[in-house]
Nanobody
Framework: QVQLVESGGGLVQAGGSLRLSCAAS????????MGWYRQAPGKQRELVAA???????NYADSVKGRFTISRDNAKNTVYLQMNSLKPEDTAVYYC????????????WGQGTQVTVSS
């Protein structure tokens, strides 16, 4: 089994910064893909940022230039540095990982709340 444990959410004023972390543990042959999604009340879950095993990244248009995703392969950990936060960034942020086991499997973290006050 694989677990994803997130940390780093909280309350911050507009313009501030937060750093989210997500550590994968368990039986992991290799991590194919890790990413962050978010879901605001009444809205669908959306991709925020993703990073592949080769290091390529992609971002939602709404966070480009403000958020940075990175990965520590030795620690099986992905980070999301969030700068210049806006009230519309308020959501529950979920870590996602596609992990190679016998077959590639999709895992989700429990979610961490990010609240940006105006």
């Amino acid at each position: 089994q694989v677990q994803l444990v997130e940390s780093g959410g909280g309350l911050v004023q507009a313009g501030g910064s937060l750093r989210l972390s997500c550590a994968a543990s368990g039986i992991i042959f290799s991590i194919i893909h890790m990413g962050w999604y978010r879901q605001a009340p009444g809205k669908q879950r959306e991709l925020v940022a993703a990073i592949r095993s080769g290091g390529s990244t992609n971002y939602a248009d709404s966070v480009k230039g403000r958020f940075t995703i990175s990965r520590d392969n030795a620690k099986n950990t992905v980070y999301l540095q969030m700068n210049s936060l806006k009230p519309e960034d308020t959501a529950v942020y979920y870590c996602n990982a596609v992990i190679q086991q016998v077959v590639p499997l999709d895992y989700w973290g429990q979610g961490t709340q990010v609240t940006v006050s105006s």
